[in-house]
């Protein structure tokens, strides 16, 4: 499902329809919330079907993702250290 999202993000982009990209987004970071992914191994996947510029837009956006992963971690973290 990830991969899916992925691969159509960029054309959502040149379209202008950002507030599907939105959405795709948000569904990549809950999926990816729930699930260990290898993003790695998705770009490689994609590197066969999608322009280097393209490319370089995934990487972007899940470098984004991965950062608000962590942020959610560390919050997380944080408030259970402070439970009362």
Request: no cysteine; charged share 35%; glycine share 2%.
């Amino acid at each position: 499902m990830i991969l899916l999202k992925l691969y159509v993000i960029p054309s959502l982009y040149r379209q202008g329809k950002f507030e599907r990209v939105s959405i795709y987004e948000n569904d990549i970071l809950l999926l990816m919330l729930n699930y260990k992914m290898e993003t790695e191994s998705l770009i490689k996947l994609l590197s066969e079907y999608l322009l280097e510029s393209d490319l370089d837009e995934i990487k972007e956006i899940l470098t984004d993702i991965e950062a608000k992963i962590k942020r959610f971690a560390s919050k997380k973290e944080f408030l259970q250290d402070n439970e009362l």
